[in-house]
């Protein structure tokens, strides 16, 4: 059974139709990438499986669960981080990582045993126990990918995981990524970076105006328009 | 209880940064200050009860003049010839008020004719200790008529009292009140009532204004620092995470208003403790002060419309998009709060014509600010209807934050300065 299940997903805000019926799935330790430009419904399609969006119409389920009637069940098996993400920033990292922990676990042990998972997928050395205020936007992104990460979701959605970020702090949360994934956890993450999406992802959905035009392997999508990377199956593929 | 907990204490210190804590202690310091102040002026208006004395008659009624002024006041002989160097030389020792006895003012009572007194009031500063002085003013001339009439009496009409016949009628107050009859002035009973009416305003209105701007505030900082969406997909109840920002509001506003208000009775009754066990003393003699069955029923109007009050507070800063639009966002609920807040210093609820008393009764915080005078007047079916009506309105607007949490709104709909200009 795949984790992620969305089946003709529609959305719409007011007389604007973000969403088209779009469908993909992703299977359990799968990175799946969904790529477009700003605006092409992206981020609706990540609110919408995080619970945070109401869908016009279709269904979405993680882990054979509704998105909309099991919303609480589902948010337990989940994490989510939105593209522009902040923490709290009157709290020290350890503490946003505590707070956190706190929410997702039952007892106070579980709670340990995320913040210290958190401290060491986050590798701010002593820093972690420095004010978020004082941080880098490179230093913010690893902390709240490491909360994204710390409860062992089964399902990661990613809005833009490297966006605004230096190569090396790029780089660096790519490989975070990559791990997670080989543990067995599935990825859903969303860029427009298609480099980064060919480097990361098991498969692909191209997404554009709220339709999905293209999806599969990157090999074999690069194979089927014969063409060298991603970005050159999307210009094709929107035509 | 373990995710709310910790979900109250991010929400505490959130709230709890330099400028919260530098405004608490601001408040406190500022209001004893200004009441030390007052208090000192207060016991120098008691002290300096001095007056000058100009006497250019050496006739008896000018002595008895003198005399009279020498039993109240401290009385400075003022030196000089002409009235601008007694104003020059009041002014220089620092004595308000100035009593000039004419020339020939003994003959003229002694005539029959009234004499002529003239007083004057020196200004320097237009301050409390003058304006007090000029009610002294008044005193000064009632006491210099009740003596030379007196003894004008005993010259005239030998043999008759002339206390009666200066004051023939005397008089005893009483003021009728829930069905008793209470011995005491109705300014003594009114300045009570009015203290307990616009005391319990007073701090029902801080309570609101500190509790909606930091709800306000805690929403538009979630979104402004974009954590509101991680929040939402927490494991975590929606209500636990909408009552943990509205409970840390509320602890953090009674501390404030609790400081507010032991400031504020320290500066508003700085050196008036006699007049007030004055009144404390009528209050306790004619059950004046609400009884615990009046407490109760107060505590509950009061907790439901602070609590509709931070509901519709937080129903709007859903929408708000970051803390500066959040302050713009409490307006409806201020403009909600000062309408009966004015009113219920000038206007009497039950002199209104039944639209308006309609109307008033329709805004939740008019029941609170007119609770002590429905109780005291034994309008207790508008007590009780304004409890009815609160507990229905919070039903109400709980049921709408709840409806409007899990909708798209709370992340799509805005209220925002930036998009406003």
Not at chain 1, 50 to 58: E, N, Q
Request: proline fraction near 3%.
């Amino acid at each position: 059974m795949p984790i992620l299940e969305v089946n003709s997903l529609f959305k719409n805000y007011g007389k604007v139709q973000a969403l088209k019926g779009i469908s993909f799935f992703a299977e359990e330790g799968e990175i799946f990438g969904l790529i477009g430009p700003n605006g092409a419904g992206k981020t609706t399609t990540l609110r919408i499986i995080s619970t945070l969006l109401t869908p016009s119409g279709g269904e979405v389920k993680v882990l054979g669960l509704d998105v909309q009637k099991d919303a609480s069940k589902v948010r337990k098996f989940i994490s989510y981080l939105p593209e522009e993400a902040g923490a709290y920033r009157n709290l020290r990292g350890i503490d946003y990582l505590k707070l956190m922990a706190q929410l997702y676990s039952d007892n106070k042990k579980e709670a340990e045993m995320m913040v210290s998972r958190a401290i060491e997928i986050a590798n701010l050395g002593d820093r972690i126990y420095s004010k978020v205020s004082t941080y880098s936007k490179g230093m913010t992104r690893k902390l709240l990918l490491a909360r994204a990460l710390m409860h062992e979701p089964k399902l990661a959605i990613l809005d833009e995981p490297t966006s605004g970020l230096d190569v090396l702090n790029a780089h660096e949360i790519r490989k975070i990524i990559k791990d997670f994934a080989k543990e067995g956890k599935t990825v859903l993450l969303s860029s427009h970076n298609m480099l980064e999406v060919e480097y990361l992802c098991d498969r692909v959905a191209f997404i554009h105006e709220g339709q999905i035009v293209e999806q599969g392997r990157p090999e074999e999508l690069k194979k089927k328009y014969g063409v060298k990377n991603l970005e050159e199956v999307f210009v094709e593929a929107v035509k | 209880m373990r995710k709310f907990a910790a979900l109250l204490i991010k929400e505490l210190r959130e709230l709890i940064n330099k400028q919260l804590i530098a405004s608490f202690v601001i408040i406190i310091v500022m209001f004893q200050v200004i009441g030390k102040i007052g208090e000192s002026e207060s016991k120098k208006i008691e002290e300096r009860k001095e007056i000058g004395l100009v006497m250019l008659d050496e006739g008896k009624y000018s002595k008895t003049v003198e005399t009279t002024l020498r039993n109240i006041f401290n009385v400075y002989i003022i030196e000089g010839n002409t009235t601008d160097e007694w104003m020059k030389n009041a002014y220089e020792s620092d004595i308000r008020n100035v009593v000039v006895i004419p020339e020939g003012f003994s003959k003229e009572i002694e005539g029959g004719r009234k004499a002529k007194i003239e007083i004057y009031s020196v200004t320097k500063s237009l301050g409390i200790r003058e304006r007090i002085q000029k009610t002294i003013l008044s005193s000064i001339i009632n006491s210099l008529n009740a003596s030379i009439s007196r003894e004008l009496i005993l010259e005239k009409a030998r043999g008759e009292d002339p206390e009666f016949l200066t004051k023939p009628i005397s008089t005893e107050e009483y003021v009728y009140l829930k069905g008793k009859i209470i011995k005491a002035s109705s300014d003594a009973v009114f300045a009570y009532m009015m203290q307990q009416s616009i005391f319990i305003p007073v701090i029902l209105f801080l309570l609101l204004v500190f509790t909606s701007q930091m709800i306000a505030t805690a929403m538009g900082q979630e979104k402004e620092n974009k954590t509101l969406e991680t929040l939402l997909t927490t494991p975590v109840s929606r209500a636990s995470i909408i009552f943990a920002k509205m409970i840390s509001a509320v602890i953090l506003s009674c501390v404030f208003a609790g400081a507010y208000m032991y400031g504020f009775r320290g500066y508003m009754f700085a050196g008036t403790g006699g007049a007030l066990s004055e009144l404390a003393k009528i209050a306790k003699n004619y059950e004046l002060a609400l009884p615990v069955q009046g407490i109760v029923l107060f505590g509950i109007c009061i907790f439901l419309s602070l609590l509709t009050g931070l509901l519709m507070t937080t129903i709007i800063s859903l929408f708000v998009e970051d803390t500066r639009s959040a302050q713009l966002a409490i307006t409806p609920v201020m403009i909600l709060l000062l309408i009966p807040y004015f009113l219920s210093f000038t206007i009497d609820i039950m002199e209104l014509s039944p639209t308006a008393k309609t109307l008033m009764y329709l805004i939740p915080f008019t029941h609170p600010f007119y609770f002590y005078r429905f109780y005291m007047l034994g309008y207790l079916k508008d007590i009780f209807f304004g409890i009815g009506y609160l507990i229905l309105l919070n039903i109400l607007l709980t049921a709408l934050i709840i409806k409007l949490f899990s909708t798209d709104l709370l992340l799509t709909a805005r209220i925002s300065l930036k998009r406003a200009r």
